[in-house]
């Protein structure tokens, strides 16, 4: 009998920094994941209207367009997005940032002074644990 092999884990990333865009593609870029990455909210929005779904969302505050937290804002007023775990990430641990970002419906904060292995290692702890605010609704 042949095992089939794992789905991938799709992943949304929304980062309005190319250079760090890039650098949260080449930390992810894994065989288990299925990576979608925009600079802007309103890209990453519309592609959430057509249909993708990700298993994690990967979001900057510090958008171009809108902040991340407007957009986290949004999406969680829509149920069909309720359930998607959200990492917000940060150029620093400030504490009402923090704490606006988590009322809006973060998941986790990410800074991205550390973002290397610690961004990693959040992946794959959400994509185990799911998003336990909306699971407990």
């Known amino acids: 009998?042949?095992?089939?092999?794992?789905?991938?884990?799709?992943?949304?990333?929304?980062?309005?920094n190319a250079e760090e865009l890039r650098l949260?593609?080449?930390?992810?870029?894994?065989?288990?994941?299925?990576?979608?990455?925009?600079?802007?909210?309103?890209?990453?929005?519309r592609l959430l209207r057509n249909g993708m779904l990700p298993d994690v969302l990967i979001m900057d505050l510090a958008l171009p367009d809108i902040s991340g937290i407007e957009l986290l804002k949004q999406m969680r007023n829509r149920p069909q997005y309720d359930r998607i775990p959200v990492i917000v990430l940060a150029d620093a641990a400030r504490p009402m940032e923090i704490r606006a970002a988590l009322v809006a419906g973060a998941d986790r904060y990410v800074t991205k002074t550390y973002m290397g292995n610690n961004l990693i290692k959040t992946v794959f702890e959400i994509l185990e644990t799911g998003r336990a605010?909306?699971?407990?609704?």
């Not at 009998?1 to 309005?16: C, F, N, S, Y």
């Not at 949260?24 to 929005?45: K, W």
Request: hydrophobic residues 55%; negative net charge; without cysteine.
């Open 24 to 45: 949260i593609e080449f930390l992810l870029n894994r065989p288990e994941f299925d990576l979608a990455a925009t600079a802007t909210a309103a890209t990453g929005a």
């Open 1 to 16: 009998m042949v095992d089939k092999p794992a789905a991938k884990k799709r992943i949304l990333i929304i980062e309005g």
């Open 133 to 137: 605010v909306a699971a407990d609704a």
